[in-house]
């Protein structure tokens, strides 16, 4: 059975951080490559984060330099560290699971989310 569940949200301060937790379940971890997207009230869901399962990264334009992803295979978690929070990065955050079939197809896993608030 696949999970996905992410924890580590909650209200914090302007300039605050929050750590984000992604823990899976069912399906090969170290293959996939994770990310984490966001969607704001009003918003279209967006791309956050993301990180392979070779190590790399990349980030959206509008948290880097704050925001740090990261992975730890062993517990099948991925994390995503943010930093120096701004109220435009109030949001409901989704973890995604992403492996490409033998078929050449993606195959997504996507957790409930966890809102993080940040007041000014």
């Known amino acids: 059975q696949v999970q996905v569940v992410e924890s580590g949200g909650g209200l914090v301060q302007f300039g605050g951080s929050l750590r984000l937790s992604c823990k899976t379940s069912?399906?090969?971890?170290?293959?996939?490559?994770m990310s984490w997207y966001r969607q704001a009230p009003g918003k279209e869901r967006e791309l956050v984060a993301a990180?392979?399962?070779?190590?790399?990264?990349n980030y959206a334009g509008s948290v880097k330099g704050r925001f740090t992803i990261s992975r730890d295979n062993a517990k099948k978690t991925a994390y995503l560290q943010m930093n120096s929070l701004k109220p435009e990065d109030t949001a409901e955050y989704y973890c995604n699971a992403r492996l490409v079939t033998d078929s050449g197809t993606n195959w997504d896993a996507w957790g409930q989310g966890t809102q993080a608030t940040v007041s000014s």
């Open positions: 990180i392979t399962s070779s190590g790399n990264t």
């Open positions: 069912g399906f090969t971890f170290s293959s996939a490559t």
